[in-house]
């Protein structure tokens, strides 16, 4: 059993950072692409930033400049870190584990956090 938990949202002022941190737990054997996707309401869910058990990585280009992603492979967590955010990140992020190997299993599984509010305004 797979569980894929976000923290670290919360209400920010334009110009100001945020962390996202997630968490993948589970008899989990490898996960190929963990990152993040974000969604405002009434809009199209949308990539900010990937990265592959590999270190490759994918950013949107509106946070490229912006955003940065980690990973930490052995605990399988990502991070994401939001300088200088602007009112239009607001956003509810996902956290996105995708090619999810389970010990014992050939099978990969895709996953998606509940999501984490992230307010930016004055």
């Known amino acids: 059993q797979v569980h894929v938990v976000e923290s670290g949202g919360g209400s920010v002022q334009p110009g100001g950072s945020l962390r996202l941190s997630c968490a993948a737990s589970g008899n989990i054997f490898s996960i190929y692409t963990m990152g993040w996707y974000r969604q405002a309401p009434e809009k199209q869910r949308e990539l900010v930033a990937l990265?592959?058990?590999?270190?490759?990585?994918n950013y949107a280009d509106a946070v490229k400049d912006r955003f940065t992603i980690t990973r930490d492979n052995a605990k399988n967590t990502v991070d994401l870190q939001m300088n200088s955010l602007k009112a239009e990140d607001t956003a509810v992020y996902y956290c996105y584990a995708e090619g999810v190997i389970i010990y014992g299993t050939l099978d990969s599984v895709n996953y998606w956090g509940k999501g984490t509010l992230v307010t930016v305004s004055s």
């Open positions: 990265m592959t058990k590999n270190g490759n990585t």
